[in-house]
């Protein structure tokens, strides 16, 4: 006896159930071709654990500011800076403006004779240069004019006027004298060379004088 045709309801069923069944063979092949990572390339990223507060407080601080410089006129200190001399540090120059004698305190020189002692230390530094010694002591270099009065200086000393040094170099003034009258023949400066038993005296006073104490 042939088989009677499934009813509508039956073969929207089986249908259906054929169709699930393609989809899953589908899903599985599909899943299986998917280009999963070889496991022992895959690069594992660790999380650092979040900071301690100890650290915490250090990320949150901000860096202390540079102190700020201080503004105002310039000091003769500064100025003598300013020119990045060889072999003498300001703090050399100014020593000698220190200094006190028969009860005078001397002092720096006012600031409209600042320009008067570049040129001088110019010839200082270049003796030293020269000497390859040191430069042992500035024993003399501003003057006020109370303070040379006490020294016994002479009235219109150059020293007054901030053209004037005294210097003692190492191994004696004798190579110190020669060399300063060496520089000066070679027209490095115009000024007063003067020889003494421990020190030598320049000035670029503009016009030359030699002598010996």
């Given at each position: ?45 660790q999380t650092p654990p979040p900071p301690t507060p100890a650290e915490q407080l250090v990320i949150d601080t901000p860096p202390p500011a540079a102190p ?104 004696g003034p004798k190579e110190a004298y020669a060399i300063a009258c060496q520089l000066r023949d070679e ?27």
């Amino acid at each position: 006896m042939p088989e009677s045709p499934p009813s509508p309801s039956r073969r929207r069923w089986m249908e259906s159930a054929a169709l699930l069944t393609v989809g899953s063979a589908f899903s599985a092949k599909a899943i299986s071709n998917l280009p999963w990572p070889n496991p022992s390339k895959v690069t594992v990223v660790q999380t650092p654990p979040p900071p301690t507060p100890a650290e915490q407080l250090v990320i949150d601080t901000p860096p202390p500011a540079a102190p700020a410089r201080p503004t105002g006129p310039p000091t003769y200190e500064d100025f003598i800076a300013s020119f990045a001399l060889r072999h003498i540090r300001p703090h050399e120059l100014i020593n000698p403006h220190r200094q006190t004698t028969r009860g005078i305190e001397n002092t720096l020189p006012p600031q409209h004779l600042w320009s008067k002692m570049p040129a001088s230390l110019f010839v200082a530094d270049e003796i030293r240069e020269r000497l390859g010694r040191p430069l042992n002591l500035i024993t003399s270099a501003y003057r006020s004019p109370a303070y040379n009065k006490a020294c016994g200086g002479a009235s219109k000393s150059w020293h007054t006027q901030n053209t004037a040094l005294d210097l003692v170099y190492e191994g004696g003034p004798k190579e110190a004298y020669a060399i300063a009258c060496q520089l000066r023949d070679e027209g490095f400066f115009r000024g007063g060379i003067g020889l003494y038993r421990t020190f030598i005296h320049i000035d670029t006073r503009g016009k030359n004088a030699t002598w010996r104490g």
